[in-house]
């Protein structure tokens, strides 16, 4: 079954893989995007490339802060799903302008769940993130675990979002799944993300900073299985609810930098830091609400995505 479908936060790495993906199975995709500064633009133009040659897709530059952008959007394509996924990204600088996370992330989501009552579109996909967890001590994480105690702006602003959608689905049941992406990797990855980080500085004989002592960990997901839980949503979207997205797996920072050196072939110089503020001890996703819920399985371990991501590289 094909959808219209509008994605937000589209040139970047989550939402340019989702379009190609979206394209791939004949539906109608309008994509917007701001180009935020956050990294190179260019990254990102060159995430639209093969997107922008498909007829059946529409990509139009503007930002979610500005609500006459969004209603003339959402006026023109008359979407019937659609999936949230820009924001401002990163813990660390959360902490630095966290009015500016707030902007984006909680008055933008609030943007377009007011369009999409003004043109009477009733079902949308949320962007969560695992950060909501805070630094939970009870593993795996679940959705019912009490996420009151967030420990950056950008997870506070993530769980503001969660509350908004909330809102919306009871004043005037849309149905909304908020799905909480858990530390995702692979192809078109943010520069300022670890596997990212620490790959390329590998291949260039560079220095990696650790924070910490290298015992933090995280559930690892690769780009692929969170494509496959973004389409299952869509396939069985219907009230609200909210739903983990990860591998359901760990590795410890310091074996990751272990796998890498492995794939990379390169031996690893490392300089240790102390851990940073809004960094969480670890990441652990119970997934088996999305298995019930929405067929999610994810499919890739993470020596295997690490060698598909490697093998993506443009040295």
């Given at each position: 079954?094909?959808?219209?479908?509008?994605?937000?936060?589209?040139?970047?790495?989550?939402?340019?893989?989702?379009?190609?993906?979206?394209?791939?199975?004949?539906?109608?995709?309008?994509?917007?995007?701001?180009?935020?500064?956050?990294?190179?633009?260019?990254?990102?133009?060159?995430?639209?490339?093969?997107?922008?040659?498909?007829?059946?897709?529409?990509?139009?530059?503007?930002?979610?802060?500005?609500?006459?952008f969004i209603d003339d959007c959402l006026t023109s394509f008359r979407p019937e799903i659609i999936i949230h996924l820009a924001a401002?990204?990163?813990?660390?600088?959360?902490?630095?302008?966290?009015?500016?996370?707030?902007?984006?992330?909680?008055?933008?989501?609030?943007?377009?769940?007011?369009?999409?009552?003004?043109?009477?579109?009733?079902?949308?996909?949320?962007?969560?993130?695992?950060?909501?967890?805070?630094?939970?001590?009870?593993?795996?994480?679940?959705?019912?675990?009490?996420?009151?105690?967030?420990?950056?702006?950008?997870?506070?602003?993530?769980?503001?979002?969660?509350?908004?959608?909330?809102?919306?689905?009871?004043?005037?049941?849309?149905?909304?799944?908020?799905?909480?992406?858990?530390?995702?990797?692979?192809?078109?990855?943010?520069?300022?993300?670890?596997?990212?980080?620490?790959?390329?500085?590998?291949?260039?004989?560079?220095?990696?900073?650790?924070?910490?002592?290298?015992?933090?960990?995280?559930?690892?997901?690769?780009?692929?299985?969170?494509?496959?839980?973004?389409?299952?949503?869509?396939?069985?979207?219907?009230?609200?609810?909210?739903?983990?997205?990860?591998?359901?797996?760990?590795?410890?920072?310091?074996?990751?930098?272990?796998?890498?050196?492995?794939?990379?072939?390169?031996?690893?110089?490392?300089?240790?830091?102390?851990?940073?503020?809004?960094d969480v001890i670890q990441t652990f996703a119970d997934i088996s609400k999305a298995k019930k819920l929405i067929n999610y399985m994810?499919?890739?371990?993470?020596?295997?995505?690490?060698?598909?991501?490697?093998?993506?590289?443009?040295?």
């Amino acid at each position: 079954m094909t959808h219209r479908i509008f994605v937000t936060g589209a040139a970047g790495f989550i939402g340019s893989n989702l379009v190609d993906s979206l394209l791939k199975t004949e539906n109608q995709v309008m994509g917007i995007d701001n180009f935020d500064s956050f990294y190179d633009r260019t990254i990102k133009e060159h995430n639209l490339i093969e997107a922008l040659k498909n007829p059946r897709y529409r990509f139009t530059e503007g930002d979610i802060r500005d609500p006459l952008f969004i209603d003339d959007c959402l006026t023109s394509f008359r979407p019937e799903i659609i999936i949230h996924l820009a924001a401002k990204a990163g813990v660390r600088p959360s902490i630095i302008d966290p009015q500016e996370y707030f902007n984006v992330n909680v008055t933008g989501t609030l943007n377009i769940l007011e369009a999409m009552k003004k043109n009477s579109i009733n079902k949308m996909i949320f962007a969560s993130s695992s950060s909501v967890y805070g630094n939970n001590t009870k593993v795996p994480f679940s959705e019912t675990d009490n996420v009151d105690y967030p420990i950056s702006p950008y997870a506070a602003s993530k769980k503001a979002g969660e509350l908004l959608c909330h809102t919306y689905h009871s004043l005037y049941r849309f149905d909304i799944f908020c799905l909480r992406f858990f530390t995702v990797y692979g192809s078109r990855q943010r520069p300022d993300l670890a596997i990212n980080k620490f790959t390329r500085a590998l291949l260039k004989d560079e220095q990696i900073l650790l924070y910490g002592d290298g015992s933090t960990s995280r559930d690892y997901t690769y780009i692929d299985d969170i494509i496959q839980g973004i389409t299952g949503s869509v396939n069985n979207l219907k009230g609200y609810e909210i739903i983990n997205l990860g591998e359901s797996k760990t590795i410890s920072l310091i074996n990751l930098v272990s796998v890498l050196e492995k794939y990379t072939k390169k031996k690893a110089r490392l300089k240790y830091l102390p851990m940073q503020d809004g960094d969480v001890i670890q990441t652990f996703a119970d997934i088996s609400k999305a298995k019930k819920l929405i067929n999610y399985m994810p499919q890739v371990d993470i020596e295997t995505g690490i060698q598909n991501y490697i093998k993506s590289l443009e040295y």
